[in-house]
């Protein structure tokens, strides 16, 4: 029977930032604050998550140390599936269904990425978190996330950010002058260089209409607010 109701979906992308809270590997009381914010609100909002990778590898960075550069993206995404089985962990256990799926096939870890499943998990109120990124070296998990935000048919691709509360017109940690901004288009971000999202994850929003909102993780509920559809950080828009 057809489960569709018309609630709101978004995608939401956590780096691995977030789930090392400021240092290597994965903090459990910063994870378990998240997965309760996102319990939260998943009742009303159909949730589907990727997943950074940043707190164990980046593949840029090993590369710039002597790897192989697609050796060491290979080994970055890997660190994203750990990211999720932690987040997997403790938004089940407070009480939220959920499934993970990876673009790497690795099938006694997780799902493999079937779009068309993925929807219907999320209709039968699961939350899909989205590992391996897209299984391809040279990219991010920014443009990961604007992609799956795309094929599932995200109303908002949800971009939660330690450190800033949203998209500046400059660099706030080099220009003291730079200010928030509460909305901005694709074009401009483009233009003026603005490297909290990823240029090919901007662009690939640009190109298809898929609204972006970037905001930080900082501040009561804030994860939560954005989900649920509060107006919080800075609107991106084609
Ligand atoms: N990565 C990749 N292809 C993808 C997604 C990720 O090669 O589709 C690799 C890349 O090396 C990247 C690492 O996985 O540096 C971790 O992802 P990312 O840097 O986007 O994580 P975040 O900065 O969000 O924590």
């Given at each position: 029977?057809?489960?569709?109701?018309?609630?709101?979906r978004v995608?939401?992308?956590?780096?691995?930032?977030?789930?090392?809270?400021?240092?290597v590997?994965?903090?459990?009381?910063?994870v378990?604050?998240?997965?309760?914010?996102?319990?939260?609100?998943?009742?009303?909002?159909?949730?589907?998550?990727?997943?950074?990778?940043?707190?164990?590898?980046?593949?840029a960075?090993l590369?710039?140390?002597?790897?192989?550069r697609?050796?060491?993206?290979y080994m970055?995404?890997?660190?994203?599936?750990?990211?999720?089985?932690?987040?997997?962990?403790?938004?089940?256990?407070a009480?939220v269904d959920?499934?993970?799926?990876?673009?790497?096939?690795?099938?006694?870890?997780?799902?493999?990425?079937?779009?068309?499943?993925?929807?219907?998990?999320?209709?039968k109120d699961?939350v899909?978190?989205?590992?391996?990124?897209?299984?391809?070296?040279?990219?991010?998990?920014?443009?990961?996330?604007?992609?799956?935000?795309?094929?599932?048919?995200a109303?908002?691709?949800?971009?939660?950010?330690?450190?800033?509360?949203?998209?500046?017109?400059?660099?706030?940690?080099?220009?003291?002058d730079?200010v928030k901004?509460d909305?901005i288009?694709?074009?401009?971000?483009?233009v003026?260089?603005?490297k909290?999202?990823?240029?090919?994850?901007?662009?690939?929003?640009?190109?298809?209409?898929?609204?972006?909102?970037?905001?930080?993780?900082?501040?009561?509920?804030?994860?939560?607010?954005?989900?649920?559809g509060?107006?919080i950080?800075?609107?991106?828009?084609?």
């Open positions: 029977a057809p489960l569709r109701t018309e609630r709101r995608l939401l992308k956590l780096s691995g930032e977030v789930f090392g809270g400021g240092s590997g994965v903090n459990p009381d910063v378990s604050g998240v997965a309760k914010q996102i319990a939260s609100v998943v009742s009303r909002v159909e949730v589907s998550i990727v997943v950074g990778g940043g707190n164990f590898f980046r593949g960075e590369s710039s140390r002597g790897m192989d697609t050796r060491a993206d970055g995404m890997l660190g994203t599936v750990m990211n999720c089985l932690a987040l997997q962990d403790f938004l089940e256990q009480g959920t499934r993970v799926q990876t673009a790497i096939p690795m099938s006694q870890v997780a799902e493999t990425y079937i779009p068309r499943r993925a929807i219907r998990h999320m209709e699961r899909v978190i989205f590992g391996a990124g897209a299984g391809m070296p040279y990219f991010s998990t920014d443009t990961v996330a604007a992609q799956r935000a795309l094929e599932i048919h109303d908002e691709v949800l971009i939660a950010k330690n450190g800033v509360d949203g998209v500046y017109s400059d660099d706030p940690r080099t220009n003291p730079a901004l909305s288009t694709y074009q401009e971000a483009l003026r260089g603005l909290v999202v990823d240029a090919t994850a901007f662009s690939l929003c640009m190109d298809n209409g898929q609204r972006m909102r970037v905001f930080g993780m900082e501040g009561e509920d804030n994860l939560a607010r954005a989900i649920a509060e107006q950080g800075t609107i991106v828009t084609a």
